[in-house]
């Protein structure tokens, strides 16, 4: 129940977003939470479930948004699939409410940096932009479970990671050498968050580390990579599985004309053989010029057998259907080859490859994001647009045009050496059949699935151990919900039974004790500096741009507030933007 001084928060949508970020909201004291949708009871009774309070009514109507109270509202979050109504809706609730705060869901993110840079008190995100960088850091290192980009929108791709001691050969070190000789900030040592630079990593200890994208991959564990010369039995067994998969695909019809052909061939052979009393060779040479209708008449039946004449007549009428039908294959499969060229479908000859399945709005930003990192791109699309196809001419990955789901398709991306295949499409039963296909092919590839509701997303990832199986909603609720407090929330992970809310704050002329006893330092980037990895807030000149975790039981317990925390530390022109 929510009590008499709590702060008012309103949600604007009726999926499963609105769903994650109201129930995100609502795990902390002291936030009474109200969703704002067109009636529907199944909707209405999800979001009482979830902690919320369900309000009927237009959301982009003045009485809407009064009977939400949008007068003593803090924030408002607009996160509907409508970007207009997005917008109009805020708007409104700002004529209604000037102090309120806006949070706004915008797919397009050109027009989300420039609202956010021209409306006061306002942040904007592109749902594509915050789950691409997660997607595409899974894709490049299976271990990696949460990425974004820092210290800009734009920026680098950074990434959360798990990691062994010993396999990263760091076993003996002390932290400080551990994290100099990995090029990564330790965040975590056995799941324990209070480590000193000086305490020593055990053989066994298990890392939860943070760093540039860059350096985790120089310690990513290493995948079995398919031999490129397999030996003379790998190879028989190879070719014999390819010739069974060929024949089971073949067509009944040729493989029965193929059949009654060879047939006929045969007992025609075997009868000229007798009836001219020669070798098996001039037997066949008989009945193939008589079959293609060719007839030097070098060698001819015997005309005073009525048998010969039948025998010849037979293959001379046969041989025409044959050829006829055999030219008519052949003709069919060249035009079927050069539209498939033309499409786009084409075997993939490469190694170490990573098969990015759907390029929509996420899909497009994981593909941007992968372009800057060595490793050989495909992309499957069934409806490529122009746009598209230039870009992977001029950027060099290859496009594949065709149903990422079908077995044929699959079976031109070479999955056998890709390094990984992401999954990416608008239906999650068809990342679910791509993932299965692509599993089937390549049993030890990792592979990146989209879920858009969360749990179904568990349930994927726990039944059919897809481990890197993520819920955009899950992954945008935490960043929505910390955005209607401040402007730095980055969104949470969860590790060892524990939850850390990741935040960006500029550092102010002071800073807090009390921040410095719970805060974890990750990196930070002085305006206009590059990305640097930090232990502590040491040095570091008022402006700063720092990136730190927060663990979450402290707030959830009611013992500490999010808000209060951050006006502590921040400077005082992004508490009044």
Known sequence: MAAPDDVTMIIIGGDALALSTARDISLIPGHRIVVLWPGNPEFAAAVEAAGAVFVAGRPESREGLAAAGVEDAISILALSGDDQLNLQAALRARDANPRIRIVLRQFNRTLAAKIEQNLPNCSVLSLAWNSAATYAAAALDPSCFRGLQFPERGGPLTGFA????????????????????????????????????????????????????????????????????????????????????????????????????????????????????????????????????????????????????????????????????????????????????????????????????????????????????????????????????????????????????????????????????????????????????????????????????????????????????????????????????????????AFDGREFAIAEITIGPTVDSELLRLAIPLAAAEDGGDFALRRDFAGLPSGTRALILLPLAPFREGTESVGAMVERVALPEQIQH
């Open 162 to 493: 798990y990691r062994t001691a010993a396999r990263t050969d760091i076993a003996g070190l002390s932290v400080r050498e551990a994290e100099a000789a990995l090029g990564m900030r330790i965040v975590a040592l056995d799941g324990e968050t209070s480590i000193g630079r000086d305490d020593m990593v055990a053989p066994g200890a298990r890392l939860i580390v943070y760093g540039s994208m860059e350096q985790l991959l120089h310690s990513t564990p290493r995948q079995p990579v398919p031999q490129t010369r397999p030996e003379w039995p790998g190879r028989l067994h190879h070719a014999l599985r390819r010739y069974y998969r060929q024949m089971r695909r073949t067509d009944p019809y040729i493989a029965a004309f193929v059949a009654t052909a060879l047939g006929l061939f045969g007992l025609g052979t075997w009868h000229f053989r007798q009836s001219l009393n020669t070798d098996w060779l001039t037997a066949s040479y008989f009945v193939l010029s008589t079959m293609t209708t060719t007839g030097y008449g070098d060698v001819t039946p015997n005309h005073e057998d009525p048998l010969d004449i039948a025998m010849a007549m037979v293959l001379m009428l046969a041989g025409t259907v044959f050829t006829g039908i055999f030219i008519a294959v052949v003709a069919s499969r060249l035009t079927r080859a050069q539209w498939v060229r033309m499409q786009g479908l084409r075997p993939i000859r490469r190694r170490g490859h990573i098969v990015v399945c759907g390029c929509g709005s996420i899909g497009t930003g994981v593909i941007d994001l992968l372009l800057g990192f060595a490793k050989p791109l495909v992309v499957v699309e069934h409806h490529p647009d122009a746009a598209l196809v230039e870009r992977a001419r001029d950027l060099g990955f290859d496009l594949l045009t065709g149903d990422a789901s079908r077995d044929d398709t699959l079976d031109l991306c070479n999955l056998a050496a890709a390094h990984s295949l992401v999954a990416l499409t608008n239906v999650d039963t068809l990342n679910l059949e791509i993932a299965l296909g692509g599993r089937a092919r390549n049993p030890s590839m990792p592979i990146v699935l989209r879920i858009a509701e969360a749990n179904l997303a568990a349930s994927i990832a726990r039944h059919f151990q897809f481990e890197t199986t993520f819920s955009v909603a899950a992954l945008a609720g935490p960043v929505f919900g910390g955005l209607a407090r401040f402007a730095g929330a980055r969104g949470r992970i």
